[in-house]
Protein backbone atom coordinates (compact mmCIF):
# COMPACT_ATOMS: atom_id res chain seq x y z
CA UNK A 1 0.00 0.00 0.00
CA UNK A 2 1.39 3.25 -0.95
CA UNK A 3 0.69 6.78 1.20
CA UNK A 4 -2.34 7.54 -1.44
CA UNK A 5 -4.34 4.41 -0.54
CA UNK A 6 -4.37 0.62 -1.44
CA UNK A 7 -4.70 -1.32 -4.78
CA UNK A 8 -7.92 -2.41 -6.44
CA UNK A 9 -6.53 -6.02 -5.21
CA UNK A 10 -6.30 -4.72 -1.56
CA UNK A 11 -9.64 -3.08 -1.58
CA UNK A 12 -11.48 -6.11 -2.36
CA UNK A 13 -9.68 -7.90 0.44
CA UNK A 14 -10.73 -5.71 2.62
CA UNK A 15 -14.18 -5.64 1.13
CA UNK A 16 -14.09 -9.76 1.56
CA UNK A 17 -14.12 -8.68 5.09
CA UNK A 18 -16.74 -6.96 5.20
CA UNK A 19 -15.58 -3.21 5.06
CA UNK A 20 -16.97 -0.46 2.47
CA UNK A 21 -14.12 1.06 0.18
CA UNK A 22 -14.15 3.78 -1.72
CA UNK A 23 -11.77 5.64 -4.05
CA UNK A 24 -9.85 8.94 -2.52
CA UNK A 25 -11.16 10.50 -5.92
CA UNK A 26 -14.80 10.32 -4.84
CA UNK A 27 -15.02 12.60 -1.98
CA UNK A 28 -16.96 10.31 0.31
CA UNK A 29 -19.98 10.54 -2.33
CA UNK A 30 -20.06 6.98 -2.85
CA UNK A 31 -18.71 3.80 -1.53
CA UNK A 32 -18.67 -0.39 -1.90
CA UNK A 33 -20.18 -3.19 0.03
CA UNK A 34 -20.19 -6.41 -1.16
CA UNK A 35 -23.99 -7.95 -1.00
CA UNK A 36 -23.67 -11.78 0.32
CA UNK A 37 -27.35 -11.69 -0.18
CA UNK A 38 -27.09 -13.07 -3.24
CA UNK A 39 -26.45 -16.63 -4.92
CA UNK A 40 -24.00 -14.76 -6.06
CA UNK A 41 -21.82 -11.83 -4.43
CA UNK A 42 -22.31 -8.85 -5.70
CA UNK A 43 -20.48 -4.89 -5.59
CA UNK A 44 -23.07 -2.46 -4.36
CA UNK A 45 -22.71 1.04 -4.86
CA UNK A 46 -24.27 3.28 -2.64
CA UNK A 47 -24.23 7.52 -2.50
CA UNK A 48 -25.01 10.00 0.73
CA UNK A 49 -26.90 6.79 2.46
CA UNK A 50 -28.84 5.73 -0.69
CA UNK A 51 -28.47 3.03 -2.30
CA UNK A 52 -28.00 3.14 -6.15
CA UNK A 53 -28.58 -0.06 -7.55
CA UNK A 54 -32.06 -1.35 -6.02
CA UNK A 55 -32.12 -4.09 -8.41
CA UNK A 56 -30.62 -7.22 -6.91
CA UNK A 57 -29.66 -8.10 -10.70
CA UNK A 58 -27.63 -4.32 -10.70
CA UNK A 59 -24.10 -4.26 -9.31
CA UNK A 60 -20.89 -1.89 -9.80
CA UNK A 61 -18.54 -2.76 -12.46
CA UNK A 62 -15.24 -1.26 -12.41
CA UNK A 63 -13.79 0.66 -15.18
CA UNK A 64 -10.26 0.34 -15.95
CA UNK A 65 -9.13 3.48 -14.01
CA UNK A 66 -10.81 2.03 -10.87
CA UNK A 67 -8.95 -1.11 -11.62
CA UNK A 68 -5.50 0.59 -12.14
CA UNK A 69 -5.88 3.30 -9.11
CA UNK A 70 -3.94 3.06 -5.91
CA UNK A 71 -6.30 5.50 -3.96
CA UNK A 72 -8.28 3.32 -2.11
CA UNK A 73 -9.20 3.57 0.38
CA UNK A 74 -11.35 2.37 3.70
CA UNK A 75 -14.65 4.48 3.65
CA UNK A 76 -15.37 5.76 7.10
Do not use: Q, V
Not at 5 to 30: D, H, N, P, Q, V
Not at 33 to 50: C, V
Amino acid sequence: MNNDGMTFGEALEELKRGKLICRKSWSGEYWLSLSKSAPTKRINIFSAGEKITDNPGDEWTAYHEDILAEDWIIFE
